[in-house]
C-alpha cells in the first residue's frame, strides 16, 4: 500500500482509533489536519499529495485524500517534503523537533495552541509509521 493514497488514510485511521495512547494524549483535540507531501519528481511524487484527518477528543472519526477545499480550510496543515516524510514515519525524527526545526511546516494552525498537543501529534505519527507503506519510487 502506498502511502498518502486512500487506503493508506483509512488504515491510519483505524490505527489511531487502536491506540489508547493517542486518544488519551488528543482527548482535548478537535478539529481537521491536513498532512501534505510536497511534490518532488526526483523522489517520485509529481504533485503534492494530501491526507485529510478529522480528529475529535482522541478519535478519529474519518481520514481520506485531501481536497483544494479541505486544504483551504482545514486548521492544521503540516508539509513536508518525501524525504522528512519517510524519516518521520520511520520514526528517525520527533514531529515536533521537526517543526521547530523547519523540516516539517506548519503551513496553518497556531503553533502555541498546537504545542498541549504536541502527545499527540507524536502519536499521530507514531501510527501512520505502525501501519507502514511504500513511498513511489525515486525517478531514474
Not at 477528543?57 to 485524500?65: I, K, L, T
Not at 495552541?113 to 507524536?122: C, F, G, N, S, V
Amino acid at each position: 500500500m502506498e502511502v498518502f493514497t486512500e487506503e493508506w488514510c483509512a488504515a491510519c485511521c483505524d490505527r489511531l482509533n487502536q491506540r489508547e495512547s493517542y486518544r488519551l494524549a488528543a482527548a482535548g483535540w478537535e478539529g481537521a489536519a491536513v498532512l501534505l507531501m510536497s511534490a518532488d519528481p526526483e523522489q517520485g511524487v509529481d504533485e503534492d499529495r494530501a491526507v485529510w484527518l478529522d480528529i475529535h477528543h482522541g478519535q478519529c472519526r474519518s481520514a481520506r485524500v485531501a481536497t483544494e477545499e479541505d486544504l483551504e480550510t482545514a486548521p492544521y496543515v503540516f508539509r513536508a517534503d518525501p524525504a522528512q516524510w519517510k524519516r518521520l514515519l520511520a520514526n528517525e525524527m520527533d514531529p515536533v523537533s521537526a517543526v521547530m526545526q523547519g523540516k516539517l511546516k506548519l503551513s496553518r494552525g497556531n503553533l502555541f495552541t498546537l504545542a498541549k498537543y504536541a502527545p499527540a501529534a507524536r502519536e499521530m505519527v507514531l501510527a501512520a509509521g505502525e501501519v507502514g507503506g511504500t513511498f513511489p519510487s525515486a525517478a531514474e
